[in-house]
């Protein structure tokens, strides 16, 4: 596999992540004899918001808690903090010193981790039910009752400046990504990569992680969801016992984040490596998200990803691949869980005697077909139906939920949203594919990144 | 959603996609020391009157079915000459079958509202399905037509050829697919476990639509055939399901014989790349799975530098010094071969100080074995994580029931292995670790100059 193929493909399948979302709608949908699976959601007096999703099926809980702080809500200078700070979550507080959370939840045979995003951090441990009250009891005390001291924070630097190795510096498809995002976005917090650049992390200190904390880590900025094997009334009693008597941050204000300018440019990005053997292109446009586009459009752009090129029925896939024979992959994605405008995206890599440019000429044409032409009723409910199908294997994955709820929410949805969500693909109608596509995916405002062998000119 | 920045990488397996489901297929099952009788599946055991079994899970709470099949033979089965073969036939099953050519099955198969994949490790080939209770029969058609009657056209044969052959070209300058291979042909010689599943370049574009056609006959038969299903679907109902899938398959694979190996010890492979990073891997002989010391080793490993943030390799390599972001052990248990394989990647100045805190570290848990409370936080940690990393969905439920049968384990291990876990003394973890942490380990390192770096060994 192509490494930027590699790359694009791991987008593809999170940027369906809204697809999978499910909610009560469905469930009544799918099965109604399921009383009492119902998602709840309610908020303490203190802000926090909680929702329920119960799974009944296995003896297992997960518990999330979500900040609404992410890496492009950095000041300027300081890139990487949110995703530092994420780390050194995990160093101790006063009641319960380094090392303790991890080895009680390794002792009941749970899984933790953490993650940080463009647009949310969250912390998430994996238990069985009966260890829920205990996981609560840690986390809360966490969220405001971090103790840092520059005898950890200094070796966990290095092993964020690791994590950079690992993750960009020695990946050519992840060098390339880092550009190509930077030349995508023009002024808001998604052109600086979540890890951070590696001269700011160097320079990241524990007064510039306690600052962050301070500012942002609070009930009234947080959302907590948990899911499995839980009654939701238990689990009100024990979020008011726990996260209750924390007091909101008031000094919180409006979270706001800078905006792109009309963007009038075609851009192309490339970089040439000596590990590449199979060239490989990526060419991205700026879209609305959920959370910014109009009523019906992110859906619009969620269908058109699928047909133009959401796996081996799409169109790309279809024409490049199986028909015309010259790329050994070409697909579609939208990223559409964002807080402010995102990316759509398309990419290819050539096979036999094609070349780059073919693939990207060939994908160009189908992207204009669809712009002028329009498509086909039967690819439109073909889509949907994979869509809304997907929802259903969805339910299957209990932490799967929980992120897709978690995710969705703390980028502006609500849980109506996500409920209402497999009705509104459905009233997506053709025309309106057509009018994203013709709207959105102009090439004299595209973003292009080519990765090649070393020597070699992009088409 | 998009790209997510995790804590702690999952610690990539080995060369075999199957090495992950070994290791947790060791790793056991479920219930935590507080709540006790609660058992997380029920498994049925159906076998119709032609004689195939399968593991059942019945769970109606969302209107799915997920099958998980496996035939034992995969790669190590292709002939001489031959590499890639299973590989290649694994991604044509859905490329046509019966009478319906590549588009016209896939069409089909978008319609029955399923979803198929097929792939093949060194060990097995493996499909597996997930489809809606409600196009039940039409998904299970198009998967009995998928097994029994491949088309293998010429057309789809040349496409998915051709894209094997751009994976293959497109690893041939990556220094870790490169390292790693050059390390598997030290440690496994001249063995299948030595072999790229993809194949070469050269024996990929010899293959045939009759090389497929032989492995198709030899390989997909009754018994070496495993099945699990979990969901919407009773015994009664699934037995003529199975026979409507497997029924008109060969009785007898035609199988050949794998000879087991140990990986070769007290090598050592430098692949040298300029990277700001190094990668190293270090190999030490590993634990039969029906060894009855496997739980005291599989204890042992964990305390070592199995999955958690508390391991002893974790503490202190990223933990206090930050040498990595990412440290682990596992045992490998394949099915001709094991090992336990210790994994981490370091600046790539510092790789000789991450091998000394590895190898003083492997040295002192042989030396002294682990405390009795370290033992006692492994085995409460091995029980209780089995649920929540092998029985949390149902997919991964008809995951492990598959590998649990391909391991022999029987059915009522999930039951049994929290009995034999806490049987497992201090002693028995100290010989464990003696038996597997004195030998003198193979070593992989991928970065510049890697051969002066890797002076400790």
């Given at each position: 596999?192509?490494?930027?193929?590699?790359?694009?493909?791991?987008?593809?399948?999170?940027?369906?992540?809204?697809?999978?979302?499910?909610?009560?709608?469905?469930?009544?949908?799918?099965?109604?004899?399921?009383?009492?699976?119902?998602?709840?959601?309610?908020?303490?007096?203190?802000?926090?918001?909680?929702?329920?999703?119960?799974?009944?099926?296995?003896?297992?809980?997960?518990?999330?808690?979500?900040?609404?702080?992410?890496?492009?809500?950095?000041?300027?200078?300081?890139?990487?903090?949110?995703?530092?700070?994420?780390?050194?979550?995990?160093?101790?507080?006063?009641?319960?010193?380094?090392?303790?959370?991890?080895?009680?939840?390794?002792?009941?045979?749970?899984?933790?981790?953490?993650?940080?995003?463009?647009?949310?951090?969250?912390?998430?441990?994996?238990?069985?039910?009966?260890?829920?009250?205990?996981?609560?009891?840690?986390?809360?005390?966490?969220?405001?009752?971090?103790?840092?001291?520059?005898?950890?924070?200094?070796?966990?630097?290095?092993?964020?400046?690791?994590?950079?190795?690992?993750?960009?510096?020695?990946?050519?498809?992840?060098?390339?990504?880092?550009?190509?995002?930077?030349?995508?976005?023009?002024?808001?917090?998604?052109?600086?990569?979540?890890?951070?650049?590696?001269?700011?992390?160097?320079?990241?200190?524990?007064?510039?992680?306690?600052?962050?904390?301070?500012?942002?880590?609070?009930?009234?900025?947080?959302?907590?969801?948990?899911?499995?094997?839980?009654?939701?009334?238990?689990?009100?009693?024990?979020?008011?016992?726990?996260?209750?008597?924390?007091?909101?941050?008031?000094?919180?204000?409006?979270?706001?984040?800078?905006?792109?300018?009309?963007?009038?440019?075609?851009?192309?990005?490339?970089?040439?490596?000596?590990?590449?053997?199979?060239?490989?292109?990526?060419?991205?446009?700026?879209?609305?998200?959920?959370?910014?586009?109009?009523?019906?459009?992110?859906?619009?752009?969620?269908?058109?990803?699928?047909?133009l090129g959401g796996g081996m029925r799409s169109r790309l896939y279809q024409s490049l691949v199986v028909e015309q024979g010259i790329a050994s992959s070409a697909g579609a994605y939208y990223r559409g869980t964002s807080l402010n405008e995102t990316a759509f995206?398309?990419?290819?890599?050539?096979?036999?005697?094609?070349?780059?440019?073919?693939?990207?000429?060939?994908?160009?044409?189908?992207?204009?077909?669809?712009?002028?032409?329009?498509?086909?009723?039967?690819?439109?409910?073909?889509?949907?139906?994979?869509?809304?199908?997907?929802?259903?294997?969805?339910?299957?994955?209990?932490?799967?939920?929980?992120?897709?709820?978690?995710?969705?929410?703390?980028?502006?949805?609500?849980?109506?949203?996500?409920?209402?969500?497999?009705?509104?693909?459905?009233?997506?109608?053709?025309?309106?594919?057509?009018?994203?596509?013709?709207?959105?995916?102009?090439?004299?405002?595209?973003?292009?990144?080519?990765?090649?062998?070393?020597?070699?000119?992009?088409? | 959603?998009?790209?997510?920045?995790?804590?702690?990488?999952?610690?990539?397996?080995?060369?075999?996609?199957?090495?992950?489901?070994?290791?947790?297929?060791?790793?056991?099952?479920?219930?935590?020391?507080?709540?006790?009788?609660?058992?997380?599946?029920?498994?049925?055991?159906?076998?119709?009157?032609?004689?195939?079994?399968?593991?059942?899970?019945?769970?109606?709470?969302?209107?799915?079915?997920?099958?998980?099949?496996?035939?034992?033979?995969?790669?190590?089965?292709?002939?001489?000459?031959?590499?890639?073969?299973?590989?290649?036939?694994?991604?044509?099953?859905?490329?046509?079958?019966?009478?319906?050519?590549?588009?016209?099955?896939?069409?089909?198969?978008?319609?029955?509202?399923?979803?198929?994949?097929?792939?093949?490790?060194?060990?097995?080939?493996?499909?597996?399905?997930?489809?809606?209770?409600?196009?039940?029969?039409?998904?299970?058609?198009?998967?009995?037509?998928?097994?029994?009657?491949?088309?293998?056209?010429?057309?789809?044969?040349?496409?998915?050829?051709?894209?094997?052959?751009?994976?293959?070209?497109?690893?041939?300058?990556?220094?870790?697919?490169?390292?790693?291979?050059?390390?598997?042909?030290?440690?496994?010689?001249?063995h299948p476990y030595a072999r790229e599943n993809d194949g070469t370049e050269e024996d990929v574009t010899a293959l045939t639509v009759d090389d497929l056609r032989g492995a198709h006959e030899r390989l997909l038969a009754k018994s070496n055939l495993h099945v699990?299903?979990?969901?919407?679907?009773?015994?009664?109902?699934?037995?003529?399901?199975?026979?409507?899938?497997?029924?008109?398959?060969?009785?007898?694979?035609?199988?050949?014989?794998?000879?087991?190996?140990?990986?070769?010890?007290?090598?050592?492979?430098?692949?040298?790349?300029?990277?700001?990073?190094?990668?190293?891997?270090?190999?030490?002989?590993?634990?039969?799975?029906?060894?009855?010391?496997?739980?005291?080793?599989?204890?042992?490993?964990?305390?070592?530098?199995?999955?958690?943030?508390?391991?002893?390799?974790?503490?202190?390599?990223?933990?206090?010094?930050?040498?990595?972001?990412?440290?682990?052990?596992?045992?490998?248990?394949?099915?001709?071969?094991?090992?336990?394989?210790?994994?981490?990647?370091?600046?790539?100045?510092?790789?000789?100080?991450?091998?000394?805190?590895?190898?003083?570290?492997?040295?002192?848990?042989?030396?002294?074995?682990?405390?009795?409370?370290?033992?006692?936080?492994?085995?409460?940690?091995?029980?209780?994580?089995?649920?929540?990393?092998?029985?949390?969905?149902?997919?991964?439920?008809?995951?492990?029931?598959?590998?649990?049968?391909?391991?022999?384990?029987?059915?009522?291990?999930?039951?049994?292995?929290?009995?034999?876990?806490?049987?497992?003394?201090?002693?028995?973890?100290?010989?464990?670790?003696?038996?597997?942490?004195?030998?003198?380990?193979?070593?992989?390192?991928?970065?510049?100059?890697?051969?002066?770096?890797?002076?400790?060994?």
């Amino acid at each position: 596999m192509h490494l930027m193929q590699a790359a694009a493909r791991t987008l593809a399948s999170t940027a369906i992540g809204l697809a999978l979302l499910a909610g009560p709608a469905l469930a009544q949908d799918a099965s109604p004899a399921e009383a009492g699976n119902e998602v709840v959601d309610f908020k303490l007096d203190n802000g926090l918001e909680v929702v329920v999703i119960p799974d009944r099926r296995a003896p297992v809980v997960t518990h999330m808690l979500w900040i609404k702080v992410g890496s492009a809500d950095e000041e300027p200078g300081k890139s990487g903090i949110a995703h530092f700070l994420e780390h050194l979550m995990f160093k101790g507080t006063e009641a319960h010193p380094q090392g303790e959370f991890s080895a009680r939840i390794a002792e009941v045979g749970g899984r933790e981790n953490a993650f940080t995003s463009y647009d949310y951090t969250a912390y998430f441990q994996q238990v069985a039910p009966e260890h829920l009250e205990e996981m609560m009891e840690f986390e809360s005390d966490r969220l405001t009752g971090l103790v840092l001291t520059d005898e950890v924070v200094d070796p966990e630097r290095q092993v964020v400046i690791e994590e950079r190795n690992s993750r960009i510096e020695t990946r050519p498809n992840s060098i390339l990504g880092e550009s190509l995002n930077a030349t995508l976005y023009q002024n808001s917090g998604y052109g600086v990569p979540i890890i951070g650049w590696m001269h700011e992390i160097e320079k990241l200190n524990r007064e510039d992680a306690i600052e962050f904390y301070q500012r942002y880590y609070a009930p009234n900025n947080a959302i907590l969801v948990v899911a499995g094997d839980v009654d939701a009334q238990d689990v009100r009693a024990l979020a008011e016992e726990y996260y209750g008597p924390i007091p909101a941050n008031p000094e919180l204000g409006e979270r706001t984040r800078t905006q792109e300018p009309l963007q009038r440019t075609a851009r192309t990005v490339t970089f040439n490596d000596e590990r590449v053997t199979v060239p490989g292109y990526s060419k991205t446009w700026l879209v609305p998200s959920y959370t910014t586009a109009d009523e019906g459009e992110a859906e619009s752009l969620d269908l058109l990803a699928e047909i133009l090129g959401g796996g081996m029925r799409s169109r790309l896939y279809q024409s490049l691949v199986v028909e015309q024979g010259i790329a050994s992959s070409a697909g579609a994605y939208y990223r559409g869980t964002s807080l402010n405008e995102t990316a759509f995206g398309v990419y290819g890599a050539p096979r036999g005697d094609a070349t780059l440019e073919d693939v990207e000429r060939a994908a160009d044409a189908e992207i204009v077909k669809i712009a002028e032409d329009g498509i086909t009723q039967d690819e439109l409910e073909a889509a949907k139906n994979r869509y809304l199908r997907s929802i259903i294997f969805a339910r299957d994955d209990q932490s799967g939920m929980a992120n897709m709820y978690g995710s969705a929410l703390t980028t502006g949805s609500t849980v109506r949203d996500i409920e209402e969500w497999p009705d509104r693909i459905r009233a997506v109608e053709a025309d309106d594919i057509k009018a994203a596509a013709a709207r959105y995916l102009d090439r004299s405002r595209a973003v292009t990144g080519y990765l090649l062998p070393p020597e070699e000119e992009p088409s | 959603m998009s790209i997510e920045l995790k804590r702690i990488e999952e610690q990539s397996m080995s060369a075999s996609g199957t090495g992950f489901w070994k290791i947790i297929g060791a790793a056991a099952l479920v219930l935590t020391l507080a709540a006790p009788a609660r058992a997380a599946v029920e498994i049925q055991e159906v076998t119709t009157d032609s004689g195939i079994t399968a593991w059942l899970v019945e769970d109606y709470t969302i209107p799915m079915i997920a099958i998980n099949f496996s035939f034992n033979g995969g790669s190590n089965q292709d002939p001489a000459g031959k590499g890639g073969l299973v590989n290649l036939m694994s991604g044509l099953f859905d490329e046509g079958a019966g009478d319906l050519e590549a588009n016209e099955f896939q069409e089909a198969l978008d319609n029955a509202g399923a979803e198929m994949s097929f792939n093949a490790t060194s060990d097995a080939l493996y499909g597996s399905m997930r489809l809606l209770s409600d196009n039940k029969d039409e998904a299970l058609d198009l998967l009995a037509l998928a097994v029994n009657e491949p088309r293998f056209d010429a057309d789809p044969v040349e496409r998915i050829r051709q894209q094997v052959l751009t994976g293959i070209r497109a690893n041939s300058r990556d220094p870790q697919r490169q390292g790693n291979q050059q390390f598997a042909r030290a440690l496994y010689g001249d063995h299948p476990y030595a072999r790229e599943n993809d194949g070469t370049e050269e024996d990929v574009t010899a293959l045939t639509v009759d090389d497929l056609r032989g492995a198709h006959e030899r390989l997909l038969a009754k018994s070496n055939l495993h099945v699990a299903v979990v969901g919407a679907i009773d015994a009664e109902t699934l037995k003529a399901d199975l026979d409507r899938m497997f029924d008109a398959l060969p009785q007898d694979a035609e199988l050949t014989e794998i000879a087991r190996i140990e990986p070769k010890l007290g090598e050592e492979v430098s692949y040298e790349f300029q990277l700001p990073q190094s990668t190293v891997q270090l190999i030490y002989p590993g634990m039969e799975r029906d060894d009855p010391e496997f739980f005291a080793a599989y204890l042992m490993n964990h305390i070592l530098g199995g999955g958690t943030f508390s391991s002893r390799l974790f503490n202190e390599v990223r933990e206090i010094r930050g040498l990595t972001y990412g440290i682990g052990s596992w045992l490998a248990n394949r099915d001709f071969s094991t090992s336990l394989a210790i994994s981490t990647s370091t600046r790539s100045d510092q790789v000789g100080q991450a091998l000394e805190v590895i190898e003083t570290e492997v040295t002192k848990l042989a030396d002294e074995g682990p405390t009795a409370d370290e033992l006692e936080k492994a085995k409460t940690y091995v029980i209780g994580a089995y649920a929540i990393n092998n029985l949390d969905s149902s997919a991964s439920i008809a995951r492990t029931l598959l590998e649990l049968q391909r391991d022999d384990l029987g059915i009522d291990y999930i039951d049994t292995r929290v009995g034999q876990i806490e049987a497992v003394t201090l002693d028995q973890v100290k010989a464990a670790a003696q038996r597997l942490l004195i030998a003198d380990p193979s070593v992989l390192v991928i970065g510049p100059q890697a051969s002066e770096t890797e002076t400790s060994n």
